[in-house]
T-cell receptor, first 115, second 114 residues
Framework: AQSVAQPEDQVNVAEGNPLTVKCTYS??????LFWYVQYPNRGLQFLLK??????LVKGSYGFEAEFNKSQTSFHLKKPSALVSDSALYFC?????????????FGAGTRLAVHP | NAGVMQNPRHLVRRRGQEARLRCSPM?????VYWYRQLPEEGLKFMVY????????ESGMPKERFSAEFPKEGPSILRIQQVVRGDSAAYFC????????????FGPGTRLTVT
């Protein structure tokens, strides 16, 4: 079965330090890859996506993600974390099989940035 | 341009009642997707619809759940005879024609079954 894994339930970072939220995928073909953020009692907000091209993708709020095909990973990064970045982050893949219709989500990683 | 709208935002139903969740896609979007988020889990795909057509319902439970996207009006996710296990957040997303990868999410409806 196709899946997306986020191995860490929670990531704790001090404000100002770099952060990484990990994501690996097991999806056939050449999937599109996404990161979304969810604040409490809110919907998902799109951060960034990888479709093709440069392996380093830049997105909203200073976030970026690095696509690594050989490791089937798409880790989310930010050089300097803010307290306001504290939220729930979801990695997702859109498989090419089936017409790029349904997103497959990881279970989510809770990011806590401490002052 | 208003985003994806869902209502109600919160819905409480007793076991055995029906729940109707509504989703109005972004203006100009003709594709709608429904996802369910169980507590402490990621979102799971349920169904993909275009106007008057169900394209992919592979994630829908076989019984009690149905979805529609009529020619006019919002998309409706209907859950009959709700049970406690249906308690979850239900998110709708929409995308423009031909760009399924550009899915924009609504704020969700939180269903609580008592």
């Amino acid at each position: 079965a196709q899946s997306v894994a986020q191995p860490e339930d929670q990531v704790n970072v001090a404000e100002g330090n770099p952060l990484t939220v990990k994501c690996t995928y097991s999806v056939s073909g050449n999937p599109y890859l996404f990161w979304y953020v969810q604040y409490p009692n809110r919907g998902l907000q799109f951060l960034l996506k990888y479709i093709t091209g440069d392996n380093l993708v830049k997105g909203s709020y200073g976030f970026e993600a690095e696509f690594n095909k050989s490791q089937t990973s798409f880790h989310l990064k930010k050089p300097s974390a803010l307290v306001s970045d504290s939220a729930l982050y979801f990695c997702a893949a859109l498989p090419s099989s089936g017409g790029y219709n349904k997103l497959i989500f990881g279970a989510g990683t809770r990011l806590a940035v401490h002052p | 341009n208003a985003g994806v709208m869902q209502n109600p935002r919160h819905l409480v139903r007793r076991r055995g009642q029906e729940a109707r969740l509504r989703c109005s896609p972004m203006k100009g979007h003709s594709h709608v997707y429904w996802y369910r988020q169980l507590p402490e889990e990621g979102l799971k795909f349920m169904v993909y619809l275009q106007k008057e057509n169900i394209i992919d319902e592979s994630g829908m439970p076989k019984e009690r759940f149905s979805a529609e996207f009529p020619k006019e009006g919002p998309s409706i996710l209907r859950i009959q005879q709700v049970v406690r296990g249906d308690s979850a957040a239900y998110f709708c997303a929409s995308s423009p024609y031909g760009q399924n990868y550009e899915q924009y999410f609504g704020p969700g409806t939180r269903l609580t079954v008592t």
